[in-house]
């Protein structure tokens, strides 16, 4: 979460006229993250989150609004959409000449946490589980927007910036691994609803326990051990001595609730490996052609080129 979109009180304030959500007391602009603009609200009724929606495409976002309605229907604890007076889930903002469209969001409790210890690595491997099972019954579908047409393309978008910057083995190591996924198929194992992007700033936790799951615009159509191998690369992987033992302490929650088949255990050292890929190849693309933004983080693409070395060992 970031701030690109700068807001008044006075803008959120006429936002909040379509909502009943009661008088603006306060708000706040929200550091972590990269990709929307977001803050907190307080009104009469409570903290809230606004978000600000930078770069996704607007015919897209009904889809992520009743996802998540669906999913807190049904017990997961995430955020819930606040309806406007019309019953419509999506606001619009107008920023200079352009036209965006925002919506407002509970605020969970909790927090977000920088590591996380053998006893949250299960609780987090437990609540994804939670997840998908509570996903089956949302009959939408959206397909992969990083899928191997994405990677294709970013990666040759970034091919000569990161010989230039990088070097030339990260630039063959970009090449082969694209090779080897190109080659593997993941159409037999079972699919869902994945959250895609369930890195530790978008779980929160009270103690040992999950208190929440947020920022679900990554969330697609696709194999739900995809989004076990990106959980455990984001949450887990901390290319140290421990990371065998993290990434089962992860698993061992996953599967109190869903055991895993034996295709998907058989296909999960691909899987890590194309979820490493993925996010290296975002990562040196943000890094290669930066955005401006008020509030922005850009994060470093060399941890998941590390991370992709170690699944590669």
Known sequence: MSV??????????????????????AFEGIAAGIENSNFFVDTEQGRFVLTIFERMDAMELPYFMRLMRHLAKEGLSCPDVMQRSDGSLLFEIHTGDEKKSGCIVSCLHGKTLDDLNMAQLRASG??????HLAGQSFAEKRDN????HWL??????VSDGVRHQYGEAA??????ELLFQQSQSFNALPQGVIHGDLFVDNILFDGDTVSG???FYYAHTAPWAMDIAIALNAQAVAL????????????KGYESLRVLRADEKEMLPVLLRLAALRFWVSRLFDAL???GGAMTQTKDPEEYRKKLLFHRM
Do not use: C, N, V
């Open 171 to 176: 630039s063959d190591l970009l090449k082969s």
């Open 126 to 131: 437990k609540a994804l589980a939670q997840l």
């Open 289 to 291: 052609f930066p955005r």
């Open 4 to 25: 690109y979109t700068e807001l008044t009180h006075a803008d959120i304030a006429h936002i909040l006229k379509d909502y009943h959500l009661g008088a603006l007391h």
């Open 145 to 148: 927007p990083t899928g191997m």
């Open 213 to 215: 799951i947020i920022d």
């Open 152 to 157: 294709e393309t970013h990666i040759e978008k």
């Open 240 to 251: 140290g001595d421990e990371d065998k033992l993290r990434m089962q302490s992860f698993l």
